[in-house]
C-alpha cells in the first residue's frame, strides 16, 4: 500500500543554517504530495504541495520538488529562523479528491539562535 | 489561528464510556476532515464528510461514528472507548472543489482513557 517516509528526527540547527528533511513516498499512480508544518500547541498548517511530478512547491522560503524517478519529496530550506521550530510532515495523497491523506512520522525541527 | 474549532480540548474519561467531539470549520469550508495523531500510529485519517455527506472513510473503528450537520460542524463520536483510543483528534476543514485535502487544521481533543 501507499506509504511515506520521513527522516528520523529531531534535526537541530542554527539559526541561518541550511534545511533538509528527507521524505520518500511508496504509491500506485501519481498522487499529490504535501508538506506540512504542526507548531508547538497547535494544529497542522499546510505549508507547500506538488500536484505532479518535476512540480515544486513553495511557501515561506521553504521549497520541495517532486521527484517521481526518486521517489522522493524533499523539503529545503535556504536559511533557518528559530520561528522554524516546529514538526514537519510530509503526506501523500491516498485517493483523488479526497482527504484522505497519508502522513509520515513527522520531524522534529530545533533551530537554536 | 486557523478558523477551525474544536472542543472539548481535553476529555479524561474511562474505559467503556462514550464521548463527543465537536468541530466547527473555517467559515464558508464545506469539508470536514477527522484525523488521529497517537504515538505508536501517527497521524491516521478517520473519515471526510463534504457538504453533509460522507466523502471517504479511513480505517476508523466501528465504536466510532460522525456526521456533519447542516450547519456544517460535525461530531466523532466514539463508544465503548478503549485505553487505545488515546489520541489527540484534529477537524480540518476546507472548500476547494475537486482538490479537497485538508488546509486549515483546529488545535485537536486530547482524549485520556483511563
Known amino acids: 500500500g501507499n506509504s511515506v517516509t520521513q527522516m528520523e528526527g529531531p534535526v537541530t540547527l542554527s539559526e541561518e543554517a541550511f534545511l533538509t528533511i528527507n521524505c520518500t513516498y511508496t504509491a500506485t499512480g501519481y498522487p499529490s504530495l504535501f508538506w506540512y508544518v504542526q507548531y508547538p500547541g497547535e494544529g497542522l498548517q499546510l505549508l507547500l504541495k506538488a500536484t505532479k511530478a518535476d512540480d515544486k512547491g513553495s511557501n515561506k522560503g521553504f521549497e520541495a520538488t517532486y521527484r517521481k524517478e526518486t521517489t522522493s519529496f524533499h523539503l529545503e530550506k535556504g536559511s533557518v529562523q528559530v520561528s522554524d521550530s516546529a514538526v514537519y510532515f510530509c503526506a501523500l495523497s491516498g485517493e483523488s479528491n479526497t482527504g484522505k491523506l497519508i502522513f509520515g512520522q513527522g520531524t522534529t525541527l530545533q533551530v537554536k539562535p | 489561528d486557523s478558523g477551525v474549532t474544536q472542543t472539548p480540548k481535553h476529555l479524561i474519561t474511562a474505559t467503556g464510556q462514550r464521548v463527543t467531539l465537536r468541530c466547527s470549520p473555517r467559515s464558508g469550508d464545506l469539508s470536514v476532515y477527522w484525523y488521529q495523531q497517537s504515538l505508536d500510529q501517527g497521524l491516521q485519517f478517520l473519515i471526510q464528510y463534504y457538504n453533509g455527506e460522507e466523502r471517504a472513510k479511513g480505517n476508523i473503528l466501528e465504536r466510532f461514528s460522525a456526521q456533519q450537520f447542516p450547519d456544517l460542524h460535525s461530531e466523532l463520536n466514539l463508544s465503548s472507548l478503549e485505553l487505545g483510543d488515546s489520541a489527540l483528534y484534529f477537524c480540518?476543514?476546507?472548500?476547494?472543489?475537486?482538490?479537497?485535502?485538508?488546509?486549515?487544521f483546529g488545535n485537536g481533543t486530547r482524549l485520556t482513557v483511563t
Open positions: 480540518a476543514s476546507s472548500n476547494h472543489p475537486g482538490q479537497e485535502v485538508p488546509l486549515h
